[in-house]
């Protein structure tokens, strides 16, 4: 049987999969790695050639209609045993759902799961022929390469504030190495559920034996209930308990919803090893690699006991955790939790930028709450501001502002500015904190950073955005060592310590 392998990211994420079991159809276990941390359907998209036929199921054999090349379809679920895709499409008589072969819309099936960036704004057009223009693929956006032909590349990228997708050629080959993901530090944490903040994952017992259970337990500070994350070379992460120095594990490799997760002895296996998802608002999702299903609390019962489990991604509080850190970060140099992910968060966003300076980035369509192109809309402060609202869902830390001088003023009336050394200060900056630039005065501020760690040999570490790049982009860059950013300099206004 023809297996339509990688199907974005190896997906179908929790919609699919519900789909999936609701029609009977066979769940092929190895394409469901990223099922649950990616959100790519719907997607947009027209025919990759001609004219298609459709079908009255994903098997594909009773014809039910066809979709014409000037069509735009959306393909809303995968089946991966029968290579199909559930779609639909307009009519004479509305809009139809029904069912299309894969290969209909994308160049190659097998296409690698990986994700990047193209660095730069692109037209997307309907076909590899480039014609017929459908939409922009701007430098930040996060894509999937699904095929290259005769100097173009087919990409499936975001619309709609990442809400649905686009299929679609631009001019140019793209090939992505790597798969983007969640930066988290490695660090102990406890794992505060989202259903109540006073209960985490801990080990039942305080068990330092293999096959101990994973449950819910109301916070006690014990080191049952704590967890040391580590990053692999793979991307994904292993959860060992502090305790027992035994990882977090997926009984027997299970890979049907309601698997136990029990902490055993580590054995490098798919069991053991989770990508860490931003789920917003602070919390995240742990996916397991060996059966693409979401750590869990069973039912969404709070109590003492209950059993922590994985189950298809689904979206809700029992599948949600906060990181708590119990200790310092190699990071930072500032232990609370917050700071930790506002730092990891920007790092990520490093490279990201527009294009020549045009300041269409989405930093500022966030902001402007529409894209911006033109000069005028400096994005540095909107970049602080937007990366604090992704990390605690609010801007009370940092504020709402596109204007640097504004933030001073915030910060100033807190009584949580200081002056840099240059202007009379004596505050040493730590991570967490944003440093403000002057073009000379006291009183306004050009540019704005967040420190990631305390100075080294005093020049500052931070990252920024709306940097100039050698190619005449502007983008997010991290500083380490910049003779414009040293403690005693002059263009360091000075820093504000957000209450996060």
């Avoid at 079991?21 to 359907?41: D, P, Q």
């Avoid at 500022?364 to 400096?378: D, L, P, V």
């Amino acid at each position: 049987m023809k297996t339509f392998k990688n199907i974005i990211g190896k997906t179908v994420i929790s919609v699919l999969i519900t789909a999936l079991v609701l029609t009977g159809v066979k769940f092929t276990t190895i394409n469901a790695e990223a099922a649950s941390y990616t959100n790519r359907i719907p997607i947009l998209c027209y025919t990759l050639n001609g004219r298609v036929t459709t079908y009255t199921s994903y098997t594909c054999k009773s014809v039910s209609g066809y979709i014409d090349t000037t069509d735009l379809v959306e393909i809303t679920a995968f089946y991966t045993d029968y290579a199909s895709v559930k779609v639909k499409y307009p009519t004479a008589r509305g809009i139809k759902t029904a069912f299309a072969k894969a290969s209909s819309f994308f160049y190659n099936e097998s296409f690698s799961t990986n994700t990047g960036s193209t660095g730069r704004k692109l037209t997307a057009y309907k076909r590899s022929t480039g014609n017929s223009t459908i939409g922009t693929v701007y430098s930040s956006d996060v894509c999937i390469v699904t095929g290259i032909s005769n100097g173009r590349t087919q990409i499936l990228y975001p619309v709609s504030g990442g809400n649905s997708y686009k299929l679609g050629w631009v001019t140019g080959t793209y090939n992505f190495s790597s798969k983007t993901q969640t930066v988290i530090p490695d660090g102990t944490y406890k794992l505060v559920s989202a259903l109540d903040n006073n209960y985490v994952a801990d080990i039942s017992g305080g068990s330092s034996e293999s096959q101990a259970n994973c449950q819910l337990y109301q916070s006690n500070g014990t080191s049952a209930q704590k967890f040391s994350i580590k990053c692999n070379p793979d991307g994904y992460y292993t959860i060992k308990n502090t305790g027992s120095g035994k990882v977090l594990d997926c009984e027997n490799g299970g890979n049907s919803d309601g698997t136990n997760v029990w902490q055993y002895d580590s054995n490098s296996t798919s069991a053991q090893r989770w990508k860490i998802i931003d789920a917003g608002n602070g919390y995240y999702t742990f996916i397991c690699k060996c059966n693409g299903l979401a750590l869990d609390v069973s039912g969404g019962n709070v109590y003492n006991g209950n059993n922590i489990q994985v189950y298809s991604s689904n979206g809700t509080n029992s599948q949600k955790w906060k990181l708590e850190a119990v200790s310092s970060s190699s990071v930072t140099n500032n232990t609370k939790p917050t700071v930790q992910r506002i730092v990891a968060y920007e790092l990520s966003q490093v490279g990201t930028g527009d294009n020549k300076g045009d300041n269409n980035v989405k930093y500022n369509t966030w902001y402007w709450k529409k894209e911006i192109s033109g000069s005028g809309y400096a994005w540095c402060m909107a970049f602080q501001a937007y990366c604090c609202y992704q990390v605690t869902g609010s801007n009370s830390a940092i504020p709402f502002t596109a204007s640097c001088t504004n933030a001073v003023d915030y910060f100033k009336k807190q009584g949580l500015f200081h002056y840099s050394r240059y202007y009379g200060g004596t505050y040493t900056p730590k991570a967490g904190d944003l440093v403000f630039y002057t073009k000379g005065s006291r009183y306004s501020s050009c540019h704005v950073g967040m420190v990631t760690g305390s100075p080294v040999n005093g020049y500052l570490q931070t990252v920024e955005g709306n940097i100039e790049c050698k190619d005449g982009d502007y983008r997010v860059v991290e500083f380490t060592k910049n003779s414009k950013r040293t403690v005693n300099n002059s263009y360091v206004l000075g820093y504000a310590s957000p209450k996060y």
